[in-house]
């Protein structure tokens, strides 16, 4: 557990980086399915910085991963153009992708201009193309937790939810932005990694509902699954956890 959400996102900054270079060991390419909202932002921008080596100041005597053979992906993506500030995609863009000078052809976004089902299709079809897979595996997926237990754009009660066949399909959110796309569970739990990013006390009852009561919420649905998953959270995230169990 990490005291507030600067070291959050050190934290995390260190378990992304250790991920992508054991996945370049041992196939010099790396996929990692990025995280959209608002909790990844800080360490997208320590991650940014690793283009001249440092991690939060301390210089890397070599680089640390090659961006150049890195995949991005992304879990959802808000069905709104590229450059809207609600994009996913334009957060990572301006506060990781373009730091880190990665090339636009290992750069694979959901087309949140095109009508819902349209997206979903081109999307799914960018997935198997550069991964292949059935369901096609990530090295790393990051992933964040909303009040309501949703993580990408699965939210409780929405039809996504219950997808096993697909790999991308459109949702709805119970908020604005409402048309979403985003990774299916199967995706999502065939991850060799997957990162739990949660931030902030607003998130301790959904923190505690996942990771105690294990109430049947989308976040714990992936937690079911395959996938080796680690949560990392700020105290005031893990505020509501007995004894603060299941968190770094
Ligand atoms: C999105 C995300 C969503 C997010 C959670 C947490 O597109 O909004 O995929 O699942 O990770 O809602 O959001 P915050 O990081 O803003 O708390």
Do not use: K
């Amino acid at each position: 557990m990490a005291p507030d959400p600067e070291a959050l996102a050190l934290l995390a900054g260190r378990r992304v980086v250790a991920e992508l270079r054991a996945a370049q060991r041992r196939r010099r390419r790396a996929a990692i399915a990025l995280a959209g909202g608002g909790t990844p932002r800080r360490l997208y921008r320590l991650l940014g910085t690793l283009r001249h080596g440092g991690l939060n100041g301390l210089q890397a005597e070599r680089p640390l991963v090659d961006w150049r053979h890195v995949e991005f992906f992304w879990t959802d993506e808000r069905c709104v153009p590229p450059d809207d500030r609600h994009s996913n995609y334009r957060l990572a863009l301006e506060t990781l992708l373009d730091p880190l000078g990665v090339p636009e052809y290992r750069v694979h976004r959901i087309a949140g201009e095109l009508p819902p089902e349209a997206a979903a299709r081109r999307y799914a079809a960018e997935l198997d193309r550069v991964l292949g897979g059935a369901p096609p595996r990530f090295d790393l997926v990051l992933l964040g937790l909303g009040a309501d237990g949703h993580t990408a754009s699965l939210f409780p009660g929405d039809p996504a939810l219950d997808e096993r066949r697909r790999t991308v399909v459109p949702a709805q959110a119970p908020r604005p932005p409402r048309d979403r796309i985003t990774l299916t569970l199967p995706v999502l739990t065939a991850a060799r990694r997957a990162l739990f990013l949660v931030s902030g006390s607003g998130r301790s009852e959904a923190v505690r509902r996942v990771l105690v009561e294990r109430e049947a919420l989308p976040a714990t649905l992936l937690r079911a699954g395959a996938a080796r998953i680690r949560w990392l959270l700020d105290r005031s995230a893990a505020s509501r956890l007995p004894g603060l169990l299941g968190a770094d």
